[in-house]
Nanobody
Framework: QEQLVESGGGLVQPGGSLRLSCAAS????????VGWFRQGPGMAREGLSC??????YYADSVKGRFTISRDNAKNTVYLQMNSLKPEDTAVYYC?????WGQGTQVTVSS
């Protein structure tokens, strides 16, 4: 069964960091572009970042704070999130090969 599973979300204070993981099973992530999206309360889903081969792209809202990377040996893509702000609070999703993960909640609050 092909699926993506996100992990690494949680509660963090403003200015803190989290690293999200997107692990694939049943298919090889390296064969696809992988993207990270988020959806905050009452908000539309927002594209944040993607990695195509080794080229990375970022939305202006996260550029300089978030870093996407991949570990092909672990069939996993990461999203390192630094300098988190309350407005980063959302459910974060990864997508690849037409598959979406179930999402992981990130809450930034003091």
């Amino acid at each position: 069964q092909e699926q993506l599973v996100e992990s690494g979300g949680g509660l963090v204070q403003p200015g803190g960091s989290l690293r999200l993981s997107c692990a694939a099973s049943g298919f090889t992530l390296d064969d696809y572009a992988v993207g990270w999206f988020r959806q905050g309360p009452g908000m539309a889903r927002e594209g944040l970042s993607c990695i195509v081969n080794n080229t990375t792209y970022y939305a202006d809202s996260v550029k300089g704070r978030f870093t996407i990377s991949r570990d092909n040996a672990k069939n996993t893509v990461y999203l390192q999130m630094n300098s988190l702000k309350p407005e980063d609070t959302a459910v974060y999703y990864c997508v690849a090969g037409g598959h979406w993960g179930q999402g992981t909640q990130v809450t930034v609050s003091s």
